[in-house]
């Protein structure tokens, strides 16, 4: 098996006189990015003014961080923060904008301030881990508090601030091998209500809001939007808001790693759906209760909350089965669910409801989703019965249009194929 990189993550426990300098560090960075960011704009506009086209080349880290040190010289407080950090930025907002122009992201954003606030040190020689202590340019030894031990070797690290706490990411690079247990092939379907069915009969919920968690969601939200914007109170309640939303999707994510673990220890294969041959807005429509006014505020949530949880569910799925050898098929998810697994009749009208399947044909009565997983199944095994490749290709569920580029770059400040994959 080749190595790999992995992220692990920790509470980062910092003294009230490093916690200082890590938010006038994050916000030098975020000061930075900005900057960086206004300045790329200007140089566009400048130059479709004087008549030039493409922008992609115009500028970018080489040119940038050859402005450092004069920014320096005019703004000192930028020193405050670790040269490094600063570097990593703009190589960090490179990186954004190739993304953006391949159509794999969106606009890259101005940031605000607590919001994804981060310090990011690339090189290993900057810093040192030991035990559950870290050195940190500019912070020196720090304390993490070391909730499972760090492997392999590590090499970058990222300080990142989640509500009142700071976090520690290592990206370690090292052999993360899971067993296998051989078990037969199984097939999954990832439903649009929240679970996971799979081929031998098992169905894994993903645990939603409850209703009390609901109530104290509502009772925050509109405790916000009385609060004059700006106030501390305002900003307390928001915090309050973003916390008990962390926690339900920490709770999410944490029976995806579960389910996921299970899954790709146990079988030798694993067959999933292939997202980019199908849509997801009908399922959006399919887990829109009643249209009242809670209820679409709570399954608007909801709903995100399934759709980031189940890519994040696939994503996991996809590193553990390399990881512990499984196979790992994609396949056309067209009509598995109108299909009959058993005499394979298929007609749209076999499935009864979101719930009961009943063939026309042959009278197989199951199960809607257990009999979408059998023939997702079934499909997986002929695709590898002709020698295909199993791979799964990465995708992810798309729940929000992609960010455009601001109004004043448009429409020829961005090469065309970029804005219009945007
Ligand atoms: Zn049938």
Same mark, same amino acid.
Not at 41 to 53: H, I, K, N, P, Y
């Given at each position: 098996?080749?190595r790999t990189l992995?992220g692990?993550?920790?509470?980062l ?6 916690e ?9 960075c975020?000061?930075?990015w900005?900057w960086?960011?206004a ?8 130059a479709?003014?004087?008549?030039a086209?493409?922008f *992609?080349?115009?500028t970018?880290?080489?040119h ?8 320096? +010289? *005019?703004y ?6 670790p ?5 990593a930025?703009?190589?960090?907002q490179?990186r ?5 122009f391949a159509?794999k ?6 940031r605000?301030?607590g919001e994804r606030?981060?310090?990011? /040190? @690339? %090189? @290993? ?6 035990? %559950?202590?870290?050195?940190? @340019? ?5 304390r993490?508090?070391l909730?499972r031990p $760090?492997t ?6 990222t300080?990142?601030?989640?509500g009142a706490?700071?976090g520690?990411?290592?990206?370690a ?7 296998n247990r051989g078990?037969?092939? $199984?097939?999954l379907?990832?439903?649009a209500?929240?679970?996971v069915?799979?081929? %031998? ?5 993903f645990?939603?809001?409850t @209703?009390? +968690? ?11 939007s ?7 109170? *305002?900003?307390?309640?928001l ?6 939303k962390?926690?339900l $999707?920490?709770?999410r994510?944490?029976a995806?790693h ?5 899954l790709?220890?146990?079988?030798a294969?694993?067959v ?5 041959l199908?849509r ?14 809670n209820v *679409?505020r709570?399954? +608007? ?12 569910f696939?994503?996991m799925?996809?590193?553990k089965? +390399?990881?512990?050898?499984a196979?790992?098929v994609?396949?056309d998810?067209? /009509? ?5 697994s058993?005499?394979k009749?298929c ?6 409801s979101q719930? $009961? ?13 257990l009999n979408?997983?059998?023939?997702i ?5 002929a695709v590898?019965a002709?020698?295909?490749?199993g791979?799964?290709?990465a995708?992810e569920l ?5 960010r455009?580029?601001?109004a004043?770059l448009?429409p020829?400040g961005i090469?065309?194929k ?5």
């Amino acid at each position: 098996m080749s190595r790999t990189l992995t992220g692990l993550r920790y509470r980062l426990r910092p003294h009230p006189g490093q916690e200082r300098i890590l938010a006038r560090s994050a916000g030098a960075c975020r000061w930075l990015w900005n900057w960086a960011l206004a300045y790329r704009e200007d140089l566009w506009l400048a130059a479709r003014s004087a008549g030039a086209r493409g922008f *992609r080349g115009s500028t970018g880290y080489v040119h940038l961080s050859s402005l450092l040190p004069g920014l320096k +010289e *005019r703004y000192p407080w930028l020193s405050e923060a670790p040269h490094h950090a600063l570097q990593a930025t703009l190589r960090d907002q490179d990186r954004a904008f190739s993304s953006f122009f391949a159509g794999k992201s969106g606009y890259p954003r101005y940031r605000r301030k607590g919001e994804r606030d981060s310090i990011r /040190f @690339p %090189d @290993p020689k900057q810093f040192a881990v030991d035990g %559950d202590w870290v050195k940190i @340019p500019k912070l020196g030894w720090t304390r993490f508090r070391l909730s499972r031990p $760090v492997t392999g070797r590590v090499r970058n690290i990222t300080l990142s601030r989640e509500g009142a706490h700071w976090g520690v990411s290592f990206c370690a690079e090292g052999q993360f091998s899971l067993p296998n247990r051989g078990l037969p092939a $199984v097939g999954l379907d990832l439903g649009a209500v929240q679970s996971v069915t799979t081929s %031998d009969g098992r169905v894994v919920s993903f645990p939603v809001t409850t @209703p009390s +968690e609901d109530r104290r969601l509502r009772w925050l939200q509109r405790k916000a939007s009385r609060r004059l914007k700006g106030s501390a109170r *305002r900003s307390r309640t928001l915090a309050g808001l973003a916390k008990l939303k962390r926690h339900l $999707v920490n709770r999410r994510r944490d029976a995806a790693h579960k389910l996921s673990t299970r899954l790709a220890t146990a079988h030798a294969a694993i067959v999933i759906e292939d997202l980019k041959l199908r849509r997801m807005t009908a399922s959006a429509a399919a887990t829109t209760e009643e249209p009242g006014r809670n209820v *679409r505020r709570k399954s +608007e949530l909801n709903r995100r909350m399934l759709a980031h949880g189940l890519s994040d569910f696939r994503r996991m799925l996809a590193y553990k089965c +390399e990881r512990s050898g499984a196979r790992l098929v994609a396949v056309d998810p067209s /009509f598995t669910s109108q299909t009959c697994s058993q005499c394979k009749h298929c007609a749209p009208g076999n499935r009864k409801s979101q719930a $009961v399947f009943l063939c026309a044909a042959c009278g197989h009565h199951a199960n809607a989703d257990l009999n979408a997983a059998l023939n997702i199944l079934a499909a997986g095994q002929a695709v590898t019965a002709q020698g295909g490749s199993g791979v799964a290709p990465a995708d992810e569920l798309r729940t929000h249009p992609r960010r455009r580029p601001p109004a004043r770059l448009a429409p020829t400040g961005i090469p065309a194929k970029a804005a219009a994959a945007a």
